[in-house]
């Protein structure tokens, strides 16, 4: 180190030439397919392939910043630390997630160009996700509906012809298993607990439900991917349903939230929640352009 | 004779992990591969969980490492497929957790619905009377428990 003053010697890389140094450990970020094979599958058109990597990633992307901002409002210390977790495993996903639909889609753009230049009407998450965090009973209802559709979802996937999709689905159906043993302990207890704690149960449930089917909705380039989120639609019923029966919940039975002339989150239809969440994930980036840190 | 792939395998399988200094990254099963053709050494990373914020860390140390023990021509690439499993911890390396306070996980450790029913020896004075605090802890591999004996608070690595 040569430099006199302490940031400048630390920020110079400290004069190593490949600039792999750091000026405080955790800042650096790698590439998160760093060298991974980017060949397309055969038999598969990539832009199908990167339209749905970027549904996913954007789903794990925006859930990810709903539970990051519990941090600091969280009921108890270990609750929160339990959040940032699922949060922290969540953005990984995204960021493998939307690296892939960017090396696929033609455009080139790498994970932070997709999360921080991308409007709501370019986001294809389901609603579900973007919804206000409301109570702790909403956030451990939407993790339990959420967790427990994903899981499903990703052991399908841990077979795909794509390798990176597949390897993302190997490794995130064993952290989706943990997310949802966490909610679905939350809601035991909730549920199976006081008058109170089980009407604000009930009350959670029956605000997100009709949130759910958006899940089980096909879109075109899942039917064409060979995807049908449609077939997970039972096994996550028949789940959740057990779940609610042990905590003495009932199965709400509102109807699901309605499409705009047939679309939703996966053609960029969002309710009026993504845009703030959106402005306070995007707002550094978009102040300081090309900035590092 | 010791050849080149053998000493640049050596060289970073001694790189310590930034989380836990204690162990290596082979200990930790994160080191999967070390090839060399045509005067390039590649080291093969496996990222624990998804959202682990170290790799960073990990590729620049494994390639300083190997660059300054005369590799000129290193890269670094990370393997995803399989995925990390903790598993892949040595034995070694669980020794090596246990002497440092951490609780290393059950080999092929399953998650329950119930009660979780493993033995979870409590790292300070070896009592199985311990519980989990949180499933969740300062790290994404670890869980936070406590020793119902000796009173003391621990760390666990969580199985996945």
């Given at each position: ?60 992307l925006v859930l990810s910043q709903r539970l990051i901002q519990w941090v600091t409002r969280a009921p108890e210390l270990e609750e929160e630390v339990a959040l940032a977790n699922l949060g922290l495993d969540l953005l990984g996903q995204a960021r493998r997630l939307l690296t892939r639909a960017g090396q696929l889609d033609g455009t080139g753009r790498n994970e932070d160009e997709l999360a921080y230049w991308r409007d709501e009407f370019d986001y294809r998450n389901v609603r ?66 006081t008058e109170h704690s089980r009407r604000r149960m009930q009350d959670a449930l029956d605000a997100l439900w009709p949130w759910l089917d958006e899940l089980f909705t096909p879109h075109e380039v899942e039917l064409r991917l060979g995807v049908d989120p449609l077939q997970l639609r039972e096994p996550v019923l028949d789940r959740l349903a057990g779940v609610l029966g042990v905590a003495t919940l009932s199965v709400p039975e509102a109807a699901p939230r309605a499409y705009v ?33 | ?160």
């Open positions: 180190m040569t430099d006199d003053h302490v940031y400048l010697s630390l920020s110079d890389a400290a004069g190593e030439p490949d600039g792999e140094a750091r000026w405080a450990y955790g800042t650096g970020f790698a590439d998160p397919l760093l060298g991974v094979d980017a060949a397309p599958p055969s038999g598969i058109d990539p832009a199908d392939l990167a339209a749905y990597c970027l549904m996913l990633g954007d789903d794990a579900l996700v973007e919804l206000e965090n409301g109570d702790f009973a909403q956030c451990v209802a939407r993790l339990l509906m959420f967790a427990t559709a994903r899981e499903e979802l990703y052991r399908r996937l841990a077979d795909h012809a794509d390798p990176v999709l597949a390897a993302v689905a190997a490794l995130g159906v064993k952290e989706l298993a943990y997310h949802r043993e966490y909610a679905q302990s939350w809601v035991l207890r909730l549920g199976d607990g002339n047939g679309r939703a989150g996966r053609h960029g239809v969002h309710t009026e929640e993504l845009g703030p969440l959106l402005a306070e994930l995007q707002v550094v980036a978009r102040a300081h352009p090309g900035a590092t840190w | 004779m010791v050849t080149t792939v053998e000493r640049a395998r050596e060289v970073a399988a001694a790189v310590p992990d930034p989380e836990l200094p204690m162990l290596t990254l082979a200990d930790l099963g994160i080191l999967a591969d070390v090839e060399e053709h045509d005067g390039t050494v590649t080291a093969w990373i496996t990222p624990t969980y998804s959202g682990c914020p170290a790799v960073a860390e990990m590729a620049g140390d494994v390639a300083r490492r190997l660059r300054a023990a005369g590799f000129e021509h290193v890269e670094v690439r990370l393997r995803i497929d399989p995925p990390w499993s903790s598993d892949r911890i040595s034995a070694e390396g669980r020794r090596k957790l246990a002497e440092a306070g951490i609780a290393p996980p059950v080999p092929g450790g399953l998650l329950t619905l119930g009660p979780t029913r493993l033995a979870v020896h409590c790292p300070q004075c070896g009592s199985t009377d311990t519980e989990e605090l949180s499933r969740f802890g300062s790290t994404a591999c670890k869980s936070l428990w406590r020793c119902r004996s000796c009173r003391e608070p621990f760390d666990r690595i969580k199985e996945i």
